[in-house]
């Protein structure tokens, strides 16, 4: 079973200034760490969304797997979702790993977990401290076309996973990844450049 990976990295970073696409980090940039993971934990293809100076980004950047531009970037996060999940649906993917540009200590071992045994039914969403949900979340295949629907302005499939709670397998990681996301300044310059 084939299990893509679907990065969302198309915003502006208004509360951080900048694309959060164009952080360094380690010596690289935040998208192409964020897409590395994907592709060390396995997932084929990697599709990254872009949109905010995506030129800039592609410019300075070797982004494995496909790269997907998202016109509609500055409507929010629903709009990434829906563009990737429409490139995604020629794929033989049966499902897809999503997860965030501004998550520096998630890993391919997070990933993997949230994405063992995917099937085109699955749903599945990895927690960290006291049960707190976050990425990477898995959509089997069925669900692409209910998620895209669901994704509005900075919602991506949020409101779809918790109007089927009951079929979301719930996924701990946080003895291997860190949850937290990057949105302000002062986190990022705690980031080793």
Partial sequence: MVTAGLLLAAGAGRRLGMPKALLPYRGRLLVDHAAAILTAAGCQPVMVVLGAQADQVRSRTR?????????????????SLRAGLSALTASPAVA???????????TPEAVRRVARDATADSLAVATYADGRRGHPVLLGRRHWAGASEAATGDRGARDYLRARDDEVRLVPCADVADGTDVDLPEQAARLPG
Avoid: K, Q
């Fill in 63 to 79: 982004l494995p797997g496909v790269v997907v531009l998202n016109d509609d970037w500055a409507t929010g996060l629903g709009s």
């Fill in 96 to 106: 897809v790993v999503v997860t965030l540009v501004d998550m520096p200590g998630l």
